[in-house]
Structures are given as structure tokens and as C-alpha cells.
């Protein structure tokens, strides 16, 4: 129902599914996808190389686990498919995707709460060699070292069942669980929203009937003699035998209507066909604005106050985005250990640590203008403190780190410092502008003295 929500085909949400949406993809654009840091160099490439070519499926995880509560993620290595098309990977690791409807069971351990096995049911049908048509319903059992099928039906072909042994001491999927406190599923971001969005479908709909049926005018006329009215315009002549056999009156061709003194004619429209409704639309929107916590101007509503509302709004929206960033940052670790154990035993390769650290894209709402006179402001206060001894070089440094991305910290404990940075920086201003002309001159000189000693 969530797919059905989000791409609005369900034809009792028609009118209401339309925000689906804009609340999934306005929170998926704003998070964004991790990088990943490792300490050791050879683990960052591994994982640059990984990361890089499925940022696509990265993000399609984060909008997956919103929409439908939950995201399967299954690393596999694959040694033979494809080698055409990846001469320079002979071994490569797939970024795969569970469809949540074949996750059967979710085992966990009674105590700890681990998970020992994920059972994955999925139906197959396709037609022999000679045109029969063949169904059979697949189960896989995924546990730590192994993987065992089951095969109810027909065996597929390229299928075989009972027990495979895998290198892992590890369950190679991992699950991304939306907003999942305590059960074992987690929560569509849709789901809170539902309510409103039906109530808004059943409003904006009754609406629409009333506005059809009222919106065409209704002729008033005021006579004080009917029989002379239908004698004059339409040759009535007889209006009680006209009436007694249900005539009716037909307008077209009579543009023009006689009327006696004190006698009126005007049509009757109706001022809002919709009534009460916008008010109570009104009303449903801004519970979903509130449920969903998407601000206002996400879905594109003209405000008188527009800019003030964008800057009362994105310092709720970046705390929400935060809160999500966050609550996945296990699962995106728990990937990327993944990803370098299964490089580190196809490869040999030996790896200082698995541990990473996720960098996300900050969210700021100022624009370059106001970023530009910020830091110059700061900048400015940093240097007046330092001439007045009430701050350390150090802590200048490491404040101006925070809001400075390319700096680092003054005395960093691996890697290059911006201490070094700057004594570097010191030393190259203090070299003669034209030191590397003269450099190649005394090389060559030194290399015809050479040639002559010889």
C-alpha cells in the first residue's frame, strides 16, 4: 500500500496520495548519502571504489526503508557472471536489494536479540524446453557460514537444493529498519499520514460532486402574472393544461424575455461551490505538514510570507534530518565492515581496521552571502581575540576547523596537521619569487659541469 500511496495509484487516495511523495523524496534529498573515512589508506580506497559506483542504490535504500518501513541489503561476490563487462573486477561485490515481501522471518536470538537467519520465500514460474509451464516456490535460509534452499515444485534450472557453505562468519545483509523502536519491522513514514490523506481524498472529492452539481446558474423569475409571462415569450396559451401534462420550458432561441412592471428575472449562482470544505482542507494539509514533519514550502504553497516561513522552518527540518541521518548510521557501518571483510578475504588483503566514520553534506540554509559574512565576521573576532592574548593560536585554529571544511585540526594525532600546513605555507613566502627558474638554471649548469669533468 505504501508503493501504492507513494507513486498514487490507489484509487481511494487519488486526490489525498499526492503529498506521498513530496514527504518521502524531500527527506531522502536532504539526507543525502554518507562518505565513508577509514584510517587506513587501503581500506579508503576499498571503500571509495564500493560507495562511489552504487550512490544510486544507496540512495534508493534510504527511500525505500522511508517509504515502506523496511530495506534489505544483500552484499554478494561474484566470481563468474558478468566478466565481459568488468575485465578490470574479476571478483566484485553486487549491491543487492531483498524485495521486503520475500522476507518471511526475521530469526532472532531469544536472548540477545541477534539475528541467527533471515528466510527469504519467493515463488518462480518459467517454461521448459519443450513449452510446459513450471511453477516452484524457493526458500532460502541465510545463517552465518552457510546457506541452505528449499525447493517446493518444479526445480528451476541453474537451482539446486540443500546446503551451501559461504566464507562468512557473518550474515551479509543488512537490514535498514525505519523508525523500528522494539518489533522486528520497521515503520513507512506513510503510515502516521494515512489517515489524513484519506480524509483529504473524501473532502477534496465531496467538493468536487457538490461543485458539479451547483455550478451551473438557476433562472429566478419574479411574476405577477404567470399565464401573460408564458403567453408573451414561449405561446403558452393555456397555462393550467400546460402544467397538468408536465411541460417544460426550453431557453434556447429566447435571449430575449418580456417582462411586465414590478416583474424580474436573474440568475442564481452559488458564490463558493466547495463551502466550508477549503477551510477543512485547509485544516488536513497543515496535520500533514505537522505529521509528516515536512515543512510547508516543500510542497510548493504560495505564502505572503514565504522567505520568513523558509527560515522559521529549516532549522526544524535539519534536526529532523538529523535524527534520520543518525538512525541509520549503524546499519551504513555494519555495510561498509561488510564490504571490506568480504574484499579483505577475496583479495588477501589485510586492512589496519574496519571501523569507518560516516561524513554527511551539511544542511544550511544561509545563503553564500550570508556564509561569506559570517566567517569573515568570525574570522575577524578570532584575529582581535588573538592580538589581545585572550585566545591560543590553537583554539582559533580548531574553532575555524569547525566551520571550514578543508582545515584540519592545529595538531592532529595521524596525518597532516594544520600546523604543518601553515609552517609549509610560511616557508614557500619566504622563497624568492623566481627560485624555481634559478633552480633549473643551476641544474643545468651543474650538468655541463659534470660533462666537461668528465
Not at 526503508?65 to 574479476?90: M, N
Request: proline fraction near 4%; charge should be negative; hydrophobic fraction near 35%.
Amino acid at each position: 500500500m505504501t508503493k501504492q500511496l507513494y507513486y498514487n495509484t490507489h484509487d481511494d487516495y487519488k486526490l489525498g496520495a499526492g503529498f506521498a511523495k513530496s514527504v518521502i523524496n524531500n527527506t531522502v534529498s536532504f539526507m543525502g548519502v554518507p562518505a565513508f573515512k577509514s584510517t587506513d589508506k587501503d581500506a579508503q580506497e576499498v571503500l571509495d571504489g564500493f560507495f562511489e559506483s552504487n550512490i544510486s542504490n544507496m540512495q534508493r535504500t534510504t527511500r525505500d526503508s522511508l517509504r515502506d518501513g523496511d530495506c534489505y541489503v544483500w552484499i554478494t561476490r561474484e566470481e563468474e557472471q558478468d566478466l565481459s563487462l568488468y575485465p578490470e573486477q574479476p571478483i566484485r561485490l553486487v549491491y543487492n536489494f531483498i524485495p521486503p515481501g520475500q522476507v518471511k522471518e526475521i530469526i532472532r536470538h531469544p536472548l540477545t536479540g541477534v539475528v541467527q537467519e533471515y528466510v527469504l520465500v519467493s515463488s518462480h514460474n518459467w517454461e521448459d524446453e519443450n513449452g510446459n509451464k513450471k511453477k516452484a516456490t524457493i526458500t532460502q535460509r541465510i545463517r552465518r557460514g552457510e546457506r541452505e534452499i528449499e525447493i517446493d515444485g518444479d526445480t528451476p534450472p541453474d537451482v539446486e537444493e540443500g546446503i551451501e557453505k559461504t566464507p562468512w562468519d557473518f550474515i551479509p545483509i543488512v537490514h535498514f529498519k525505519n523508525e523500528g523502536d522494539e518489533g522486528v519491522y520497521g515503520q513507512s513514514d506513510l503510515e502516521p499520514i494515512e489517515p489524513f490523506l484519506k480524509a483529504y481524498h473524501d473532502v477534496m472529492l465531496h467538493a468536487m460532486k457538490g461543485s458539479k452539481m451547483h455550478s451551473t446558474p438557476r433562472l429566478k423569475l419574479k411574476l405577477k402574472n404567470v399565464d401573460k409571462f408564458l403567453r408573451n415569450n414561449f405561446g403558452v396559451t393555456d397555462s393550467a393544461e400546460f402544467a397538468r401534462k408536465g411541460g417544460t420550458l426550453n431557453l434556447d432561441g429566447h435571449e430575449l424575455l418580456m417582462l411586465a412592471d414590478e416583474e424580474d428575472a436573474e440568475f442564481i449562482e452559488v458564490k463558493s461551490a466547495t463551502g466550508d470544505a477549503k477551510e477543512l482542507l485547509k485544516l488536513l494539509f497543515y496535520c500533514i505538514v505537522d505529521t509528516s514533519e515536512t515543512p510547508e514550502f516543500v510542497f510548493g504553497v504560495h505564502t505572503p510570507s514565504s522567505l520568513s516561513s523558509v527560515k522559521e522552518q529549516m532549522p526544524i527540518l535539519i534536526r529532523s534530518i538529523e535524527r534520520k541521518r543518525e538512525h541509520f548510521a549503524d546499519n551504513w557501518q555494519r555495510l561498509a565492515r561488510i564490504v571490506l571483510a568480504m574484499t579483505s578475504h577475496a583479495e588477501n588483503a589485510s586492512f589496519g581496521t574496519f571501523a569507518t566514520e560516516l561524513q554527511w553534506v551539511n544542511i544550511d540554509p544561509r545563503t553564500s552571502k550570508e556564509i561569506s559574512e559570517e566567517l569573515l565576521n568570525v574570522v575577524n573576532a578570532l584575529v582581535a581575540a588573538l592580538n589581545t592574548n585572550i585566545i591560543s593560536e590553537k583554539s582559533a585554529i580548531n574553532y575555524l576547523a569547525t566551520l571550514i571544511d578543508t582545515m584540519n585540526e592545529y595538531e592532529a594525532e595521524e596525518g597532516e596537521s594544520e600546523k604543518d600546513r601553515i609552517m609549509q605555507t610560511r616557508l614557500n613566502r619566504t622563497r624568492m619569487p623566481d627560485e624555481e627558474s634559478l633552480q633549473e638554471q643551476l641544474n643545468r649548469i651543474n650538468q655541463t659541469l659534470g660533462r666537461k669533468a668528465g
